[in-house]
């Protein structure tokens, strides 16, 4: 049906207009993601969903797919291209409209579709665009699905098929929000503010936490694709300073964020201080350990030391996995160990049944911390906060690194710290305690502070993240070692932000 993919071609020429583009490098570990139309075209966008339903016949899962898009001024189109792709494959395709990637996964369930096809770029600037996948409910693909899909796709081996159709959804907005807050009342009023960066949440988060009973101040909920105020991204210190003021504006009892696809979401507590996502994953693991026995949680490489520390969490007999950083990956994990929760650094929540149905869900999330501060008996979530053990910990922090070195550089970190570690040399005076190379490599001393240096799975750069339980010197420490070895290699950039 089409020649095989391309990587040089430019738009405004010939080639452009009749051979599918596709740059290799936007095949991630666990989605896609492409500048567009630099990195991939319509056409390549349309090969990606031909050589997507070649993937799942040959997989031999039902191609019944759930397909919606996310507010940018392109995705509409680019979803078009990959439903055309994906019927022409001999694909079912179920067309819920303008969504957040939870409510695809949600419809997955709601129209009983084995597989998904999101067209979303998260939140990644504009310019971007990607599709997130899955053909195993809750589960989304991991790296041997891409790499398959990879294959068929750059090699044209997507093979043309009878049995397409197309079927426009309606009402799955209010299915959607129909059971995120199904039974989940609160006893009292909240008062949020519920920050959406102009993305696609603002259709949903507000509207959801209204029908469980908080009292709603939206920010920034307005769709608009040019996000004119910030990038819609809970990890972001723009947006979360904004929150920030808002909550204080407000006198409200706590800030909530959504990322542009909503299935992150970040937190700032009533006095307007910013709480990374993984502490807030320990305030919600310890509510979930006091009602649920020896209850499991899985936590992604990036997250904070006290989830096997804290002390509450010892008492309750919970027990937590560190796992690959990744939505897909941690999904995975949870779902195979049948944990209670799993949370990323980053945002992402995943709650199994009876909470929710296994993948990430921003909404879903907000509304467990809502309950979570409904039982506190009064306390407010700053209170909270101040009851867990004082880390300092920094932000996730992206040195630049090209995506066909950024692999190779990490795993050259991790051969100069597992060679520091054979030969006793110490950082700040201290041994190496530990070493986790699941993904990238965590480095742990002996008085608990650690560092991490992982590759990003969906941007060109490298991920930094360090802590220390002991003081923000000792952390700033660790930071300076990581940087001043990764500083010394000639594909290492400046950072987004840094300590």
């Not at 502490?279 to 350990?289: E, F, H, P, Q």
């Not at 923000?472 to 420490?477: F, I, K, L, S, W």
């Amino acid at each position: 049906m089409f020649p095989a993919p391309r990587a040089d071609l430019k738009p405004n020429t010939a080639e452009f207009e009749t051979i599918p583009l596709i740059k290799p490098a936007g095949f991630r570990e666990y989605d896609a993601r492409w500048l567009f139309p630099q990195e991939i075209s319509h056409l390549g966008i349309q090969a990606l969903g031909l050589a997507l339903a070649t993937l799942v016949h040959d997989m031999n899962v039902k191609p019944r797919f759930v397909v919606g898009h996310d507010y940018r001024s392109y995705s509409l189109s680019v979803k078009q291209a990959l439903t055309l792709g994906l019927m022409s494959g001999g694909a079912e395709v179920l067309d819920i409209g303008l969504a957040l990637s939870p409510v695809s996964y949600f419809a997955q369930f709601a129209l009983d579709a084995p597989c998904v096809a999101m067209v979303t770029a998260s939140h990644n600037e504009n310019g971007w665009t990607g599709v997130k996948m899955g053909a195993a409910r809750p589960l989304t693909f991991g790296p041997d699905e891409m790499g398959a899909l990879k294959k068929i796709a750059l090699e044209g081996g997507g093979r043309p098929r009878p049995g397409g159709s197309y079927q426009k959804i309606e009402g799955i907005r209010d299915r959607y929000l129909e059971e995120v807050s199904a039974g989940k009342k609160l006893s009292r009023p909240i008062k949020v503010v519920a920050a959406c960066g102009n993305g696609t949440a603002g259709l949903f988060a507000p509207e959801a936490l209204k029908r469980i009973g908080a009292e709603v101040v939206p920010l920034d909920a307005t769709l608009d694709f040019t996000f004119p105020r910030y990038n819609p991204n809970p990890e972001d210190l723009k947006m979360l300073h904004a929150l920030a003021d808002a909550v204080k504006s407000n006198k409200a009892d706590i800030g909530l964020g959504f990322d542009g696809d909503g299935d992150r979401c970040g937190v700032v507590d009533d006095l307007g201080r910013e709480i990374f996502a993984d502490k807030i994953g320990v305030l919600v693991a310890r509510d979930l350990s006091s009602r649920v026995q020896n209850a499991q949680f899985v936590v992604d490489v990036k997250s904070t030391g006290l989830f096997l520390t804290d002390p509450v969490l010892q008492r309750q007999g919970a027990k937590t996995d560190y796992w690959k950083t990744g939505h897909s990956y941690i999904k995975r994990r949870a779902h195979e160990l049948e944990a209670v929760a799993g949370f990323e650094k980053s945002g992402h929540y995943f709650f199994n049944p009876p909470i929710g149905r296994g993948y990430d869900d921003g909404i879903v999330a907000a509304i467990a911390v809502l309950q979570m501060l409904d039982r506190a008996e009064g306390k407010k979530i700053s209170a909270l906060y101040d009851g867990l053990p004082k880390t300092y910990g920094s932000p996730t922090m992206a040195p630049k690194c090209p995506d066909d070195q950024k692999y190779g550089v990490v795993e050259e970190m991790t051969g100069i710290y597992k060679a520091a570690r054979e030969r006793g040399e110490k950082i700040m005076g201290l041994a190496i305690r530990d070493l986790v190379t699941v993904n990238g490599v965590r480095v742990t001393l002996e008085d608990g502070t650690w560092g991490l240096v992982r590759a990003s799975s969906n941007k060109p750069s490298l991920v930094v993240v360090v802590e220390s339980p002991v003081s923000e010197e000792r952390m700033r420490g660790m930071f300076a070692d990581i940087d001043g070895r990764l500083s010394k290699n000639e594909f290492v950039g400046e950072y987004d932000q840094k300590i």
